[in-house]
């Protein structure tokens, strides 16, 4: 039973928030299609807007990201998903019609498609403009009014996103809610319609513990350790240089970077040179360069360097692939000779540190994946169309990109989300919009009842027919 606290006084303007959209929604439950698409063109306008205010913002919260990692891994991802939806959303809006067998005749059935209501979102720090803008493209696509928790770790965004929101929506249609970890667990407990959070999975346990209580259903957006395989035949600078991308992008803050690298056993120094070069190419040195993202805080830094100190305890062997780090630039680390017990092997490593696992056969790749939980992506290097299948097929995870790290998040008509313990539900393009909408059945018939031939008593000569010609 979830041991929550009620929700006090405390938090009364929570409650008031909820009622004042839940209020608007019923006065309004069906928006039009030129009405929402109104609404995600004014979002798209104050977000091209607002880019580099966002961006500065980001930067300030981190101590240093990037501009152009920001721009492109948030902002772009944000603009061509509202395209997406805007192209096609009057097709999503129409009632899907479906067969309707003999014995229903004479009538017509469909799936008519409802907004649900109000829509919770929390979202976490790593990328807190991307990932509240996804889900608030989903749900008003959908009709839905939202309430936006943002993270208490990056309160510059935060603030940020709250203000650019305001200028374009009224507190009942969008509302972004700001404070720390207590008002993160009151809105949690909020009677949502849907609630969607992405963030760790030890906290998605809370949420889904507080949500039971009003039966909100959740989607949740975790993480895990996401492995990437590289076969035996791959060019290894192809698939060192990608890898590298999706570990060193927000300096291995994402849900989706590689977290460690399966390699063959006679490849493993190979694939340690390759990587090495690639990161020398990407970031000349890393004090004081604009390129290389800072841990978000000093926790998250304390909680990298006790995986680095567990590890080398343990018998790893550590190549940092720079002499020092600078504040909170902490170096790009390949770990070799890493065993189970090891915190760096059990837990979603969250920044830039890349184990490597040696493997002899890909068999033997893909049984140490499904011995350990399922990770919301993975992803496989090499140009094998049999052996791509052999994986895909062989392996569960969220999601999977074959030569390729983080972008499949990115494609606006793929869906997003996890498996067991990396998540329930997804997200993104038209699935987005088919969570965020109640999928209502309709049958509908006319005057003539057929339906009458069925109706007690039982045993007339016609029931005896259709009993012969439909159940058999």
Request: charged share 20%; hydrophobic share 40%.
């Amino acid at each position: 039973m979830d041991s929550s606290p009620p929700l006090s006084v405390t938090h009364a303007p929570l409650i008031s928030l909820l009622e004042q959209q839940r209020s608007a929604f019923q006065a309004h439950p069906m928006p039009t299609l030129a009405a929402r698409l109104g609404w995600l063109k004014r979002l798209r306008t104050v977000l091209v807007d607002e880019q580099e205010a966002l961006a500065e913002a980001v930067s300030q919260d981190f101590g240093n990201r990037s501009r152009d990692e920001t721009l492109f891994a948030e902002i772009l991802p944000s603009l061509q998903s509202i395209d997406h939806v805007c192209k096609h959303l009057r097709r999503w809006m129409k009632p899907s019609r479906r067969p309707l067998g003999i014995a229903f005749q004479p009538g017509s059935a469909q799936v008519f498609y409802q907004p649900l209501g109000v829509v919770g979102v929390i979202v976490p720090w790593n990328y807190p403009i991307f990932l509240a803008m996804g889900p608030l493209i989903g749900a008003l696509a959908a009709g839905n009014r939202v309430m936006i928790k943002m993270s208490e770790s990056t309160p510059a965004t935060s603030q940020r996103v709250k203000e650019l929101l305001a200028s374009v929506f009224p507190e009942d249609q969008v509302a972004v809610v700001l404070g720390e970890a207590d008002v993160g667990a009151a809105f949690s407990r909020l009677p949502f319609d849907h609630l969607l959070f992405t963030g760790a999975t030890s906290i998605a346990r809370h949420i889904l513990h507080a949500a039971a209580d009003n039966l909100t259903p959740v989607t949740l957006e975790l993480g895990g350790k996401s492995p990437a395989i590289v076969s035996d035949s791959v060019p290894l600078d192809d698939a060192a240089e990608r890898i590298a991308f999706g570990k060193t992008m927000n300096a291995g803050q994402t849900c989706v970077a590689p977290d460690y690298v399966l390699v063959p056993e006679s490849r493993v120094e190979a694939f340690v040179d390759a990587y090495r070069q690639v990161i020398g190419r990407f970031y000349p040195q890393l004090s004081d360069n604009p390129d290389y993202t800072s841990i978000i805080n000093p926790r998250q830094q304390a909680r990298l360097n006790s995986y680095l100190e567990d590890a080398q305890t343990k018998g790893a062997r550590l190549l940092p692939l720079f002499a020092e780090g600078q504040a909170r630039r902490l170096p790009a680390t390949l770990l070799l000779d890493v065993t189970d017990d090891m915190l760096v092997m059990q837990d979603e490593i969250f920044g830039p540190l890349l184990p490597i696992v040696p493997y002899r056969q890909i068999d033997d790749a893909i049984t140490y994946i499904n011995a350990r939980p399922r990770p919301l992506a993975l992803y496989y290097f090499g140009y094998d169309r049999d052996e791509q299948q052999l994986v895909m097929e062989q392996t569960h995870s969220g999601g999977v990109g074959l030569n390729e790290t983080l972008l499949h998040v990115a494609v606006c008509d793929l869906p997003f989300g996890g498996i067991g313990p990396s998540g329930m539900g997804h997200y993104h393009g038209h699935e987005g919009f088919l969570t965020f909408s109640k999928a209502k059945g309709v049958l509908r018939k006319p005057r003539l009842n057929a339906t009458r031939v069925l109706y007690p008593p039982y045993g007339k000569g016609i029931q005896k027919l259709l009993r012969k010609l439909l159940i058999r």
